[in-house]
């Protein structure tokens, strides 16, 4: 079974300052796939960023990267440059590679609520 | 910047009432799923559709839930007889093959309440 835990329910950070979201996770499976979403107020979940298990470069998206520490088992998401539309809740999440659905079947942390000051 | 759709966007039933939740998924994508998050709690596989079939379910997903493309634009979940524990958003999302992996596209959610 695969689990995500993130320990912040809420985080603060002032504008244009940068921000690092933690994010655990433990599996057993040697190929997966971590994802960052975002939830607004409106509530939809917008994808931010991916990692694979065999990358060896964290991924970069913008303001988004993934700081992948595979022997941790963690996977953090640093926003830099804040902005004020940055204010959401943030979900870590990881699907497995496991045939059919390949990654589609994603496991879910209880989220960060991120509030950005002006 | 395509996107998945979800309608309703609330929706209050007596408990034991049927309910269908409908959502249009993105266009050329092949994969389909449904996820829920009871308030306070964390978002929660269902299942996931493809080729009009089901591929993988969760054990959330009893006799009590089916899935349906009807028409090849829409995806629908039914509820049979709602109980109180379904109160939760339900999240549609479809997805695409990016970075080699399956990304997913969530729609807004459709908030269900029952009574």
């Known amino acids: 079974a695969q689990k995500i835990t993130q320990t912040q329910p809420g985080m603060f950070v002032q504008e244009k300052e940068a921000v690092t979201l933690d994010c655990t996770y433990d599996?057993?499976?040697?190929?997966?796939?971590l994802f960052w979403y975002k939830q607004p107020s409106s509530g939809e979940m917008i994808f931010l960023i991916y990692?694979?298990?065999?990358?060896?470069q964290n991924a970069t998206e913008g303001r988004y990267s993934l700081n992948f520490q595979k022997a941790r088992k963690s996977a953090n998401l640093v926003i830099s440059a804040s902005q004020l539309g940055d204010s959401a809740m943030y979900f870590c999440?990881?699907?497995?590679?496991?045939?059919?659905?390949?990654?589609?079947?994603?496991?879910f942390g209880q989220g960060t609520i991120l509030t950005v000051h002006p | 910047e395509p996107e998945v759709t979800q309608t309703p966007s609330h929706q209050v039933t007596q408990m034991g009432q049927e309910v269908i939740l409908r959502c249009v998924p993105i266009?050329?994508?092949?994969?389909f799923y449904w996820y829920r998050q009871i308030l306070g709690q964390k978002v929660e596989f269902l299942v996931s559709?493809?080729?009009?079939?089901?591929?993988?379910k969760s054990e959330i997903f009893d006799d009590q839930f089916s899935v349906e493309r009807p028409d090849g634009s829409n995806f629908t979940l039914k509820i049979r007889s709602t109980k109180l524990e379904d109160s939760a958003m339900y999240f549609c999302?479809?997805?695409?093959?990016?970075?080699?992996?399956?990304?997913?596209?969530f729609g807004a959610g459709s908030r269900l309440t029952v009574l």
């Open positions: 999302a479809s997805s695409e093959i990016r970075y080699g992996a399956n990304v997913l596209t």
């Open positions: 599996t057993s499976d040697p190929s997966y796939g």
């Open positions: 990692q694979g298990s065999y990358d060896q």
């Open positions: 999440a990881m699907g497995i590679n496991a045939g059919g659905t390949s990654y589609g079947k994603l496991t």
């Open positions: 266009s050329n994508h092949l994969y």
């Open positions: 559709f493809y080729n009009n079939e089901i591929s993988e």
